[in-house]
């Protein structure tokens, strides 16, 4: 195959063609004498091989064709808006050329009953032409942009090879920064909406939040991060707080962990005992006011060393002192009453 149009004129000098040595061609037959020729008529078949190019279906939607140059080791084939440029193949034996005769009676499966032989075949392949003066064009715009320097030889270039280790794009690490909501006021938390928030998404609670809440603000008066599970149940909570007369339920309340995040918390279990000793201790003291009375209704109840410290308790019912890390205790939470 012609790779080139520079290789043009050696190929056409060397090439096979189909008719093949000695023959010429000529344009008017008036230019030749009498004796010079004689007229006869000789018919050749020749099978022209389009490879995948074109499909059966495509070819058969074709109606015309025009064919240049068969005579010569470059025949060039025009059918539709593509080009084909051929050469001539050799071939060992003849190749047989069938017809196409449709049944009526089964259209489906029509006989190809063998016409014509041929020795010779063209193969074509799909080609591009271009005028000679396109690239010199190109290069010479190329040629002018391109310095000297080390980054000439990046000038010269293709595109594509240019954007091999470029990658299109946010910057690495943008795909991890996540916008926060910051809650301000009481009316916001209220009207806050769950569901366009993502879960991966937090929120911050402002210090007059935190105090509508009934949580005194951070250690260093700074706002508190929340996540969506964590927020959802803070609205929960604050609803049923304004409902219920600032009243949680199951005895628990909104506090700062030991971790420095905002949870429920539920009253110490030491608590549970100490108001059971406030009981027995009222419980004993009207059983000496019984004694009093009579020796038959006497009774004596030995207090222990824990309702002694009842006093204190409760003074302390209502506060729960939380710890945090690295901090001074400095979160009061209501014990929900």
Known sequence: MLESSDDASRFLAEGQTIL???????????????DE????EEEIYVTMDLGTTLDSKALQSENQYQLIGLDTPLPFLKLGNQIFQGQTTPLIGD???LGLIRNSD??????????????????FRAITLE??????????PNQGEAGPGPSSAAIKLPLDTL???????????SGNLKPRFVIDRPEDLENFDLDAMKTSQKVEL????????????????ENVLLTKTVLSQVISGYSSRGSQGNKNKKGKSWGVDKNGKIALISPDKDRSPA???????EGGQAANSQNTTGPETAQSTVLDDSAIQTDQTDQNEDQVMVDVEDDPPWAEVENGQ
């Open 206 to 221: 402002g210090p007059n939040v935190l105090e509508s809440l009934g949580l005194p603000p951070s250690t260093h008066g």
């Open 163 to 173: 954007s091999i280790g470029a990658k299109r794009g946010r910057p690495k690490g």
């Open 20 to 34: 093949g040595e000695g023959w010429t061609h000529i344009d008017n037959f008036e230019e030749l004498d009498e």
């Open 106 to 123: 089964n259209p489906h499966e029509p006989t190809h009953p063998p016409l014509y032989s041929t020795n010779h075949r063209l193969t």
């Open 95 to 97: 190749e047989v050329i």
């Open 131 to 140: 005028p000679r003066s396109q690239p010199q064009a190109q290069a010479q």
């Open 37 to 40: 020729y004689e007229e006869e």
């Open 275 to 281: 108001q059971g000793d406030v009981q027995m201790e």
